[in-house]
């Protein structure tokens, strides 16, 4: 009898690459999530100084001075946000990647193009879906 997960089932797009092929995109995912974390680490701490000084000298502060404040602060959270996804989009690869459904698409659950996932590795759809994805959400 067989182990669970030791046979890769279905028709994923890591079906019929090497296993070096598969071994390449997961060095690139996790050098990926790496360095978002630390950027995303990083951006958290920033985020956390500026409020810092942001509460420090909320006092003294003209209209223009808050509005300017307000600005940096909104791109601040939305590099978080940013950061923050791609980093869930590389760990939800890597997990695609251990069970086997990785390089399928999770809108139409076709195979997503080889040459697609070598310059996005982390994608999780084909980018017909995408496209519609971005459609819904804006
Ligand atoms: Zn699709």
Redesign the pocket.
Known sequence: MLVNGAVITGKGATKGRSAEEVEQIRTILRGRFDSLNAEYELAVAENQKLRLVEIGDAAGDDQADSGSKTAERDAATSLLRTLLDRRTQAEHAMQRLDDGTYGN??????A?PWERLEVFPSAT??????Q?RERRAS
């Open positions: 698409c999770e809108g139409c659950s076709n997503i759809t084909c980018v017909h879906c995408k519609n």
